[in-house]
């Protein structure tokens, strides 16, 4: 059974839609205090996941994080990758990237002196597939990955644990505007036939949020209805 410290806080990033919203949910039933952050209207808190001076503002607003999901995100250029312009690239691994590191950076350190912590971030699929058409996207998703392994190794005798998971297409707001026939091919190549739905990536993010979870880090938890073949 996934229980928390008592009295835990987590932070989840892109906290006012999709998985982030879920995520928000899901913990705050299982009685931990959730802070919700986005630029988006209806969080606890705005940050723009990009600007460090933001972050560190929102690090002293906030003070220690028991729970950090990094789950602000976005899809970037939908083109082939000679048609992507470079500024969208930059945009996507500002968000993507940029955003999961300077949110680690600024909270892992409290994390490691308090001995507990748990750290959840968002990749994709496309980290290991790599979407046609989503370069950046999945690039940028893969980057994710790697920097989550390389904090889990790096806390691993902290008590803090830093996990990632690896969702296919899930119904969110993020792709509302995303390519029709890039959905498609996804839910194509999703064994179970159908795109995720927020509330089953939150229920794998609790329990890597959790107690329960003790022998497990930097690793990748895939969430992809059958997708994933390694």
Known sequence: MATYPSGATALVTGGTGGIGAACAQRLAGAGVRVVTADVAPGADEHLDVTDPESVDRLRSRVGRVDILVNSAGIVGPSAPLVDTDLAGWHRTFRVNVDGTFLMCRAFVPGMVDSGWGRVVNIASIAAKDGNPHQ????????????????????????GV??????????????????????????????????????????????????????????????????????
Do not use: C, H
């Not at 370069?135 to 902290?158: C, H, I, N, P, Q």
């Not at 026939?181 to 036939?193: F, N, V």
């Open 135 to 158: 370069s950046a996207y999945s690039a940028s998703k893969a980057a994710v990955v790697a920097l989550t392994k390389s904090l889990g190794k790096e806390v691993a005798r902290t």
């Open 161 to 230: 644990l830093a996990n990632v998971v690896a969702p296919a297409a899930v119904e969110t707001p993020m792709n509302t505007d995303t390519d029709p026939a890039i959905l498609a091919r996804s839910q194509s190549l999703t064994p179970m036939g159908r795109m995720g739905r927020p509330e089953e990536i939150a229920e794998l993010v609790a329990w890597l949020s959790s107690e329960a979870l003790s022998f497990s880090t930097g690793a990748v938890y895939d969430a992809s209805g059958g997708r994933a073949s390694y």
